[in-house]
């Protein structure tokens, strides 16, 4: 298959309500051309919305949405140049698998004879060759996915859309066909915008995610940067495990419990301001990024933050002990150690009293009051 001629994606001020429920509130997105974004949200939230007015199968109550140079809102979904895959894949299930996939071309009056050459072209890009004439229900979740995917790429669209098109395949089949899934995107290289409410599907895939709660986008961003640098608290919850800290800004300095943290710089210099006397914040902490040390070893290395605890349940996971922490404040923390390492001679025990360090840089500081 020849390489798609990829087009941005413009979506402005895109609202739609049913009733009082506002499924999309003023969504603004750009897709960059050839990019592979995935719109990832809970339930409800809006994703299938979205794509739906991408695909032209909703009309939004105002905004705009551009092809390129073209706004697309008033043509119909055959006339936008999209391939698009529905979760329940939505295959005929009395057609065999040829001609599910001819299908979209017999819908743009392609002759037969291209028909049937362009069809071959798309089973071997799936890797379904020779099994046209299999009936869909002979065909396994797996198979019938990558029809519904060869009948949306059969015709070389500029966009691919597609709304959880692993959700219903099994954990082993599913992350194999994330990775296909991502190949084929850079070998035909359409400006893709998948739907998953999957977090780790969500970072495996993407080029970049909008993170979409309640019909509004809440961050934009890399997978790396999403997790390591989350802009609220939301997504600091959606993406990753995560405890937080109430923090208080007092004499210039951001403090838990009275006590000055060192949060301030990183190599590259300040990333977080000075703080206003009294100012309130909340403090990210990555279960991975905490040391846990035993107290009383005396003072940790400059920069090194370290917080008093005491430990609660000790949960042996395999590769790693996700240890629950209680600090003086009550405030629970998860600790996460690589069981076996050398730093851990033996497993932290129950009630145990500890000391979890952090440098600064590793925990993210988000405003108390963050749009969720
Ligand atoms: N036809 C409709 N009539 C009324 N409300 C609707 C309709 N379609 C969607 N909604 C509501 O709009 C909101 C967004 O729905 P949408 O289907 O976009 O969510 P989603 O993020 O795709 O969720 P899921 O992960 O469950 O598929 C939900 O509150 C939903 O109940
Ligand atoms: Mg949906």
Request: some cysteine; hydrophobic content about 40%.
């Amino acid at each position: 298959m020849s390489r798609a001629s990829a087009v941005p994606i413009t979506i402005r001020q895109v609202a739609k309500a049913y009733g009082a429920v506002a499924a999309l509130d003023c969504v603004d997105l750009d897709v960059r051309s050839g990019e592979f974004l995935t719109l990832l949200g809970p339930s409800g939230s809006g994703k299938t919305t979205l794509l739906m007015v991408l695909a032209g199968f909703i009309r939004p109550d105002q905004g705009s949405v551009r092809f390129g140079d073209q706004e697309v809102i008033r043509l119909a979904p055959h006339k936008r140049d999209i391939g698009m895959v529905f979760q329940n894949y939505a295959l005929f299930p009395h057609l065999d698998v040829a001609a599910n996939v001819a299908y979209p071309l017999k819908l743009r009056g392609v002759p037969t004879a291209d028909c049937a050459r362009r069809v071959a072209k798309a089973l071997q890009t799936v890797k379904l060759e020779g099994l046209g004439t299999r009936r869909v229900h002979e065909l396994s979740g797996g198979q019938r996915q990558r029809v519904a995917l060869a009948r949306a790429i059969v015709f070389e669209p500029r966009i691919l859309l597609m709304d959880e098109p692993l959700s219903a395949l099994d954990k082993q089949l599913r992350e194999s066909m994330q990775i296909e899934l991502r190949n084929l995107h850079d070998q035909l290289g359409m400006t893709t915008v998948y739907v998953t409410h999957d977090q780790r599907e969500a970072l495996t895939m993407s080029d970049r995610v909008a993170v979409i709660a309640g019909g509004r986008l809440m961050q934009v961003d890399t997978p790396r940067m999403l997790y390591d640098r989350p802009g609220n608290r939301f997504v600091a919850e959606f993406i990753g495990e995560s405890s937080f800290l109430e923090v208080t800004a007092s004499g210039g300095a951001w403090c838990w419990n009275g006590r000055p943290l060192q949060l301030g710089t990183e190599p590259s210099g300040s990333i977080y301001p000075q703080p206003a006397q009294g100012a309130r914040a909340c403090l990210m902490l990555r279960p991975e990024r905490l040391r846990i040390a035993q107290a009383g070893q005396g003072s940790p290395a400059t920069g090194t933050n370290a917080l008093p605890a005491r430990v609660g349940d000790v949960i042996y996971q395999g590769d790693t002990f996700l240890v629950q922490a209680i600090l003086d404040d009550g405030t629970r923390v998860s600790a996460r150690a690589i069981a076996g390492a050398a730093s851990l001679a033996r497993a932290p025990a129950r009630n145990e009293a500890v000391e979890l360090h952090f440098e600064a840089g590793e925990a993210v500081l988000l405003p108390e009051e963050g749009p969720r």
